[in-house]
């Protein structure tokens, strides 16, 4: 009875074939960040698509450090501490490159000139777009998104949440928006017109999103 929870709860504390572990979880742990681009990847750049990347790459180096263990170790390593191994490599590879990306942008913003916080008019996938660029640099904080779709409105895009046309007075004082970008690339001109009419009396700086050239 008692040996049925062993493979999930005890560790034998004389493993074989250590060095060779080692080498397993290090070779496949870069061998697959390499593939994945994790290495070209920007610091700066960092977002919800590279933790994807992360994760694709902590999950098959343990796989590999698994197999290993089962085919070639003869299950030396119980499968309660891969499952361990991969939350701590998770964790590690993951957070530090976030808490990296999180100190270059505030040192960059400490620094320089002081960060202009931005609303996007427009949450599709110019919008969208437009926020992944700036949240990649020092000099913009992207703080709201305006939409006129009311399916949008309260949903958050890349963390950042979707307002309607009608809080744009109360967003730019209570949020302290400074610019607003335009991301409409499907809009006529006549409703750009509109908009930068509704724009004027805010008392802050709009423009035309030069990225998706509306």
Known sequence: MGCSGAEFD??????????????VAVASALFFFSVFGLYRAVIRFVGPKAMITVIAGVSLSVLVL??????????????????IYWALALLYVGGSRFVARYLFLWG???NGKPVARVAIY?????GARVSSVLLGGPDFQPVAFIDDKKSLQGSNINGIRVYGSDCLQELVRHRKIDRILLALPSASRRRRREILT??????????????CRT
Do not use: K, M
Not at 68 to 83: E, K, N, W, Y
Not at 198 to 211: D, M
């Open 66 to 83: 698994a197999g290993f263990d089962r085919f070639v170790a003869s299950h030396q390593i119980p499968l309660s501490a891969f499952g």
């Open 108 to 110: 960059s913003g400490a």
């Open 10 to 23: 005890r560790l034998d504390p004389a493993l074989d074939r250590t060095f060779a572990y080692f080498l």
């Open 198 to 211: 509704q724009l004027e009396p805010l008392g802050c700086t709009f423009s035309r999103c030069p990225i």
């Open 122 to 126: 427009g949450a599709g996938n110019a």
